[in-house]
């Protein structure tokens, strides 16, 4: 079945759209499956699962963490990912970089944008984003390379004014041509609102029950 689901999503989504498979609660059996299938791209919100499952899957798909990162814990996360998509602050920017200096690894980060402006949320808010990537751009083993969003959490078709916004944002920040950004990623879009992202810009959406089932 995940297979299945797999192989209709990446058929579904236009080329130029990378599919994160969110993998939260998942097996390592059942994310080898789905990289079986072709998902290129896993996304992780715990380092720890992540690792059990790396011991499956290995370098057979690329690693995102999409889940809120702690600065102490990026020591723990650096070595296993290829990309960072959660950054919302220069204190976490460092002890990635930090952490990166010490592998001789330069790590592909996206800025979480707190897109819905809500005070427990995750993420930066938007008015303070290019402040933050301009500090972050200084960080030698760490590279800007796009933004990200949740949204508030709701209904899928009010998730669209924030998906908007937020493509704002990555176009004003592309247009400012910031040295050493490279506004490449637009990561929006989860099983219930991927189409509606799709539509307002995403090139990387992330599906976790619409390729594994309810969690
Ligand atoms: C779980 C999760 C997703 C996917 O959610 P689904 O509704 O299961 O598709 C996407 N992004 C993040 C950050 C997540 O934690």
Not at 102 to 113: D, Q
Request: with cysteine; net charge positive.
């Amino acid at each position: 079945m995940i297979k299945d689901n797999v192989k209709r999503i990446l058929n579904e989504l236009p080329p130029h759209v990378s599919l994160v498979g969110a993998a939260k609660t998942r097996t390592p059996a059942e994310i080898q499956e789905a990289v079986a299938a072709g998902l290129k791209i896993i996304g992780e919100n715990y380092v720890q699962e992540a690792e059990k499952a790396f011991q499956m899957v290995g370098t057979a798909a690329k690693w995102h963490m999409i889940g809120h990162l702690q600065s102490n814990k990026a020591k723990k996360t650096v070595p296993l990912f290829d990309m960072i998509e959660t950054v919302d602050s220069l204190k976490l920017g460092r002890a990635i970089d930090k952490a990166c200096q010490s592998l001789g690894k330069t790590m592909p980060i996206l800025i979480e944008i707190n897109s819905g402006e809500e005070m427990q949320k995750a993420g930066v808010m938007p008015d303070a984003a290019v402040s933050l990537i301009r500090e972050l751009s200084e960080l030698s083993f760490i590279r800007v390379m796009g933004l990200m969003t949740m949204g508030p959490y709701g209904d899928p078709e009010a998730s669209r004014l924030y998906f908007q916004k937020t493509k704002k944002l990555f176009d004003t920040v592309k247009a400012m041509d910031l040295p050493r950004v490279e506004m490449r990623y637009l990561s929006m879009g989860m099983s219930d609102s991927y189409k509606i992202a799709v539509e307002e810009g995403a090139n990387m959406v992330r599906i976790g029950t619409k390729l594994f089932g309810q969690r």
